[in-house]
């Protein structure tokens, strides 16, 4: 990298950044960071601030996605067995003169359990990598819920919903955005997400009764941590 390129701002997206850009950026390169696993295991909801990223409500909180470090994620017990070596995303360079601003953007955007890391990421097109400056929700954060059921996840994703509108627009707009970044793009987990869900849509649409998780959300977080208790104590 050149002196000029390491003093650039650049902002790693793998969730809604992806289709729903920050403001003020002059270049967006597809591309992927490794090192991590990409998994709807982030709770969505509202926090002190309002903002239009939201795909719940305090108190039936959607489902958004985070990155868990690879090293972490193979400790656990996760039935979606497979994690990429690389998750793919996009890297916006933002304009000098409105880093600042854009920081306080999204910061509020990303407000809710996530915090601030640096990852290197690499340019689909061959290009040298670059340090990206990306947001996650890290496993010690009180939003995040850990390794679920596919299918009881995907009921949740289903029937939750927010200020920024329907939880299930965010897994299909994921889905979609992901297959247009590259042929090889694609994420298991959130594809197979995607199918389940609009499954259980087309039997509700079709009366088929479906099997609907009743547990509330405060199950799904007590599941999470005797999961991750169990497998700390077989380490």
Not at 149 to 171: E, M
């Amino acid at each position: 990298m050149t002196a000029s390129e390491s003093s650039e701002f650049w902002l790693f997206g793998y969730g809604s950044l992806i289709w729903k850009p920050p403001p003020h950026f002059d270049r967006r390169v597809p591309g992927w960071v490794t090192g991590y696993v990409r998994r709807f295991w982030q709770v969505s909801s509202p926090g002190l601030r309002l903002f239009e990223d939201h795909r719940g409500t305090p108190e039936a909180p959607g489902r958004v996605v985070t990155l868990i470090q690879k090293s972490y994620w193979d400790q656990l017990t996760d039935q979606h067995a497979a994690g990429p070596d690389k998750v793919w995303g996009v890297a916006y360079r933002i304009l000098s003169d409105r880093v600042a601003q854009v920081k306080d953007y999204l910061d509020i955007r990303e407000i809710n359990g996530y915090s601030i890391h640096y990852t290197p990421f690499h340019p689909a097109d061959g290009s040298p990598s670059l340090t990206t400056l990306v947001y996650i929700g890290t496993p010690d954060n009180e939003q995040f819920v850990g390794p679920q059921d596919p299918h009881k996840l995907a009921a949740h994703i289903l029937r939750s919903q927010g200020p920024s509108g329907l939880n299930k627009d965010y897994l299909y707009n994921l889905h979609v955005a992901l297959q247009e970044l590259s042929p090889e793009s694609g994420d298991h987990h959130i594809s197979d997400l995607a199918q389940r869900v609009k499954k259980l849509e087309h039997d509700t649409a079709s009366g088929v009764a479906a099997p609907t998780p009743r547990d509330p959300d405060q199950d799904f977080r007590q599941e999470s941590s005797t999961t991750e208790a169990e497998e700390v104590e077989k380490a």
